[in-house]
C-alpha cells in the first residue's frame, strides 16, 4: 500500500527522476515540436481526479473539521489537475527561423531565433533534472524548457547548428535563472 501511495504521488507531483542526465547524441533538425509526454500529463490528471473523488465521498462520513480539511485537498487537488492539462496543451513549435510557444491558458509567444544570445543548460544534482533556458538581447531568461519534454534536447541541437552561446551550468537558484 505504501509503494502505491509514493507511486500516486511521484505522479502527481512530477518526483520521477527520469530526465537524462547528459544530452543524447541526436541529429540535428530543421523543425520540431516540444511537448510534454502525453501519457504521463493524462496520468496526473486521472490520478488526481480521482483522488479528489475520494475524498469528496469521504466528505459523507467524517465530521465537520475534517470535512473543511477534505474541501481544501479537493481544491488543490483541482488545482493540479488544472495545471496539467496546462502542461499537457503546452506545444512549442521550433524552425529555423523561430520558437512559437503555446497552451491553454497562453497567448502564442513568436521568439526569433535572432533575439536569443545565450542558451543555459542548468543541471540539478540532487533532482537530476536538467532545465533549458533561453535568454534574449536584453539578458532576460524568455522561455524554459524541461528535459522531461519530447524534443527538449533539440533546441541545445539548433543553438549549436546557429552559433549560439550554450553555457552549462550546475545548482543555479532559480533567481540566478532568471538573468544571465
Known amino acids: 500500500m505504501q509503494h502505491f501511495i509514493e507511486g500516486i ?3 502527481l507531483f512530477g518526483l520521477a527522476k527520469d530526465s537524462p542526465e ?6 540535428y533538425k530543421n523543425s ?3 511537448k510534454n509526454a502525453k501519457r504521463k500529463m493524462i496520468m496526473r490528471i486521472i490520478a488526481s481526479l480521482i483522488i479528489a473523488i ?4 469521504g466528505c459523507i462520513f467524517v465530521d465537520l473539521d475534517t470535512r473543511i480539511l477534505f474541501f481544501v485537498l479537493i481544491v488543490l487537488l483541482a488545482f493540479i489537475a488544472l495545471f496539467s492539462i496546462d502542461a499537457l496543451s503546452f506545444r512549442c ?7 512559437t510557444v503555446s497552451s491553454l491558458f497562453m497567448l502564442k509567444k513568436r521568439i526569433s531565433w535572432d ?6 543548460k542548468c543541471e540539478t544534482t540532487d533532482e537530476k533534472s536538467v532545465w533549458i533556458v533561453l535568454y534574449n538581447t536584453e539578458k ?3 522561455l524554459d524548457i524541461s528535459t522531461e519534454m519530447e524534443n527538449a534536447w533539440y533546441i541545445i541541437k539548433m543553438a ?3 552559433n549560439i552561446e550554450i553555457r552549462e551550468e550546475k545548482d543555479l537558484p532559480i533567481k540566478q535563472m532568471r538573468h544571465l
Request: a negative charge; charged letters at 25%; glycine letters at 2%.
Open 54 to 57: 475520494a475524498f469528496g465521498v
Open 22 to 27: 547528459s544530452m543524447p547524441e541526436i541529429e
Open 32 to 34: 520540431f515540436m516540444v
Open 160 to 162: 549549436e547548428y546557429k
Open 93 to 99: 513549435f521550433v524552425n529555423e527561423q523561430n520558437l
Open 140 to 142: 532576460k531568461r524568455i
Open 9 to 11: 504521488l511521484e505522479l
Open 115 to 120: 533575439n536569443i544570445v545565450c542558451v543555459r
